[in-house]
């Protein structure tokens, strides 16, 4: 009788993780335990058996990459930052990621407003001046503590500074 119960909770147990699993960690789930009866049957199974086994787990983990099966949840979802100033930071290793870049070498949060590479209006002065106009004001709230200001200040920042470095053809 004591079995039975213990067998009915780890049951419930195990089916309410499966549930609270993505599909996709679920496929990601089902490809390491098919690689694992891959290598445990390696010496048994013939060799096109065993290549057609990992060949499977291998496809499985490419639809779970291309999304096929939707996002994975757990750890890959926690360790995703949600703030902007967060994304940047990893992705560039900094925050101010235009200031090294050519596109818009010259351009400081000091001379934004009067410095232009050329007296005609184009665009790489405009999305300079915008990027560096941003910052400034990111700068200037961060500051005076306005969380929210500050991201949309990044935020503007971003885009002018990716559309500055797309139009000189840097990455």
């Not at 390696?42 to 787990?57: G, R, S, V």
Request: charged share 25%; hydrophobic share 40%; aromatic share 8%.
């Amino acid at each position: 009788m004591r079995q039975a119960v213990l067998a009915l909770i780890t049951a419930s147990v195990l089916s309410g993780q499966a549930l609270a699993q993505s599909a996709a960690q679920q496929m990601l789930d089902s490809a390491a335990r098919l690689r694992a009866t891959a290598e445990q049957l390696k010496d048994t199974l013939p060799a096109d058996a065993h290549a057609d086994m990992l060949a499977q787990a291998a496809e499985i983990e490419k639809g779970v990459r291309e999304g096929v099966y939707g996002p994975v949840s757990g750890a890959a979802e926690a360790a995703k930052p949600e703030r902007l100033s967060d994304q940047l930071e990893a992705q560039h290793g900094r925050l101010d990621w235009l200031a090294p870049k050519a596109a818009c070498a010259g351009y400081t949060t000091e001379n934004y407003l009067t410095f232009r590479y050329q007296s005609a209006i184009n665009d790489r002065d405009s999305h300079c001046r915008n990027a560096f106009g941003h910052w400034a004001t990111y700068l200037r709230v961060v500051r005076d503590g306005d969380t929210e200001a500050a991201e949309r200040a990044l935020y503007y920042y971003d885009a002018a500074a990716r559309r500055a470095v797309t139009l000189m053809g840097e990455k």
